[in-house]
């Protein structure tokens, strides 16, 4: 029986729809409230039992890396000033029990190609992708361990899936599977940002993966797709045909970062159950409600 101990984080794309900010920034450092894309990406990771995490990054990404190492000027400080909360606060963003992994995707060739990058280290095992500008809120269970569960009963690599309006459909891949299926359903196909009158259904893939090893050869057979990038989800396409592939309608809200209406729902969102700020953001919300009534 397989396990699934193993995740990368493809970071190091150019987050275009958030220039300027993004021109120096990584995207995926962009703060939900207080705490950036990619630490709750890596929270989720944790939570669901990954060990090893590997950041697939560019030039422009070293803040990333920074912020999962150790900043001895700032601890130092920190600790002889009595600011112990937050001295806790940034010791403790991974456990000392964990290792990271930084590769150098050269160029942004796409998602697929950044999965590729880290194939030295990942030779013979299943693994998880997680793409940092999804946030998803699982409620009690995320959506990773969700998947794990789902692994752990088929062995077969699992997609997250979640229903999309049908005139989005140029924004997802989209899977074949027949719409009153139960959460877990074999797919049938999958297809790239394909024109609504070609969707093979309303279920679009999202920023969770499960797959295994044999995903590698089929991204090196993979040539430039839509956008003119290595797509991931043609490598899928190409698996699908030796294993069979599994797709997961997830419980939890997804929040899509990477645009900015839904960066800004995600942050209303985390404020209002943010501990130390929803009270005070919940009045000061309904005072711009009130005003635009
Ligand atoms: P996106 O499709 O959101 O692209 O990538 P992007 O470049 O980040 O953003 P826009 O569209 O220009 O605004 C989804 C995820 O895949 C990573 C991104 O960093 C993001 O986390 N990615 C994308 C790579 O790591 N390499 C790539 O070549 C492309």
Redesign the pocket.
């Known amino acids: 029986m397989m396990k699934v101990t193993k995740a990368i984080f493809?970071?190091?794309?150019?987050?275009?729809?958030?220039l300027p900010a993004t021109k120096a920034t990584p995207?995926?450092m962009m703060p939900i409230v207080d705490k950036p894309l990619i630490q709750h990406a890596v929270e989720e990771a944790l939570a669901a039992g990954i060990t090893e995490f590997i950041f697939?990054t560019s030039s422009s990404k070293r803040a990333i890396e920074d912020h999962f190492d150790s900043n001895f000027e700032l601890e130092a400080n920190l600790f002889e000033r009595g600011k112990h909360e937050q001295l806790a606060l940034v010791q403790g963003i991974l456990p000392p029990t964990v290792s990271c992994a930084y590769i150098r995707?050269k160029s942004?060739?796409?998602?697929g190609?950044?999965v590729l990058c880290a194939k030295q280290l990942l030779s013979s095992e299943p693994f998880a992708v997680v793409?940092?500008?999804d946030l998803i809120d699982g409620g009690k269970e995320s959506c990773l361990q969700q998947m794990m569960t789902v692994f752990e009963q088929t062995q077969a690599s699992v997609i997250a899936v979640e229903k999309i309006l049908p005139s989005d459909s140029k924004k997802y891949g989209i899977v074949d599977i027949a719409s009153n299926t139960q959460p877990v359903a074999k797919i049938a196909g999958i297809v790239e940002k394909p024109e609504p009158a070609n969707a093979p259904s309303n279920f679009g893939v999202v920023g969770r993966y499960i797959l295994t090893p044999a995903i590698f050869n089929m991204l090196e057979q993979t040539s430039e797709g839509s956008g003119g990038?290595i797509q991931l989800t043609d490598a899928i396409a190409k698996l699908l045909k030796k294993e069979p592939i599994m797709a997961l309608k997830f419980h939890g809200k997804r929040y899509d970062c990477?645009s900015k209406l839904g960066y800004l729902e995600a942050t209303i969102a985390y404020a209002l159950k943010h501990p130390e700020v929803a009270k005070d953001f919940q009045l000061l919300l309904r005072d711009f409600v009130e005003c635009m009534a």
């Open positions: 493809p970071v190091a794309g150019l987050g275009t729809r958030f995207k995926e697939i995707q942004p060739q796409g998602l190609h950044a793409l940092a500008d990038e990477g």
